[in-house]
């Protein structure tokens, strides 16, 4: 069975940190590019960064800018996003996905084929 599974969320103070992990079984990451997608309440899927499978080419959005940093650990098949001086308004479920089309440093596109289930983040004091 194909999966992605995330963990590492949680509770933390704005200007805290948070490191995500996303690890796949059934399938191996090298071959696709990987990204981070969040969802907060009544707000829409927004894409925060992705990586792509050869080059390690990324992209950001712009809120997340100088604070996330998504890596890859093929060896462990495992993506990370490392989630610096966070804000309340980062609060989100946060979605780990798989074999993105386009993941280019100025955006991603494309149908993306596998979903993992999300890890709740919420930045409160």
């Known amino acids: 069975q194909l999966q992605l599974v995330e963990s590492g969320g949680g509770l933390v103070q704005p200007g805290g940190s948070l490191r995500l992990s996303c690890t796949a079984s059934?399938?191996?990451?090298?071959?696709?590019?990987i990204g981070w997608f969040r969802q907060a309440p009544g707000k829409e899927r927004e894409g925060v960064s992705c990586?792509?499978?050869?080059?390690?080419?990324?992209y950001y959005a712009d809120s997340v800018k100088g604070r996330f940093t998504i890596s890859r650990d093929n060896a462990k098949n495992t993506v990370y996003l490392q989630m610096n001086s966070l804000k309340p308004e980062d609060t989100a479920v946060y979605y780990c996905?798989?074999?993105?089309?386009?993941?280019?440093?100025?955006?991603?596109?494309?149908?993306?084929?596998?979903w993992g289930q999300g890890t709740q983040v919420t930045v409160s004091s």
């Open positions: 996905a798989a074999d993105i089309p386009v993941c280019v440093p100025t955006g991603w596109g494309g149908l993306i084929s596998y």
């Open positions: 990586i792509s499978s050869s080059d390690g080419i990324t």
């Open positions: 059934g399938f191996t990451l090298d071959y696709y590019a």
